[in-house]
């Protein structure tokens, strides 16, 4: 059953000065919407800041008030945190007051298991998406989407397309979005000679570039310089 937080909430007022004042006291102005009409009230910092963080993500909130009636019983996602960007503190919140027989969008986080076999064969893996966006109804949300990699070789990709949901799951993300990525690793010791004997090539005139030619590092025994360049 989906995880369940019970979040108190309070009355408050409108206005920018009434806004700093809750700050102040370490309550955070917020905002009701959704499957009902609009609810001004206020959280305590602590419990936005517990409740906002990826163990609790997409947790069910039931929402609980002594002096906001209307607002018992709702139950609600947090929508959206808007943070101070100098001290990272909540400063206010949207809550998504659900319908619980409707569909709702949500991020879920992509979990990766297994070893893919292509890391063998010299590749690394890259996780190029960590969350989709699905489609579900609340009480059927997932705590993640588990992603088994075990048989991905190097070159292959895994995407949005070749994940099997569970029923009554829907993507919401496009279909050719890339989750995770087998690459092959090239190896520096031996792209480094490569790049420098291109540098040390012969001009279009036939003539080598003598800085590059300089440049070029001697392995072992150094190749005749103007025969080489003559031919």
Known sequence: MKQRIELNVESRETGRANSRALRVGKMIPAVIYGSVEPINVSIH??????????????ALLNLKSTNVTKANGIVALFKEVTVNPLTRRPVHVDLFSLDLTKDVRV????????????LAEGGMLTIVSRTVEIECLPTAIPDFITLDVTNLNVGDSIHVSDVNLDKGLKFISRPELTIVSCVEIEDEAVAAPVVAAAAAAPAAGGKAAPAAAAKAPAAGKAAPKAPAAKK
């Open 45 to 58: 910092e602590n419990d936005v800041v517990k409740y906002k963080s990826r163990a609790f993500e997409n």
């Open 107 to 118: 991020s879920v986080e992509i979990k990766i298991e297994g070893k893919a076999i292509g």
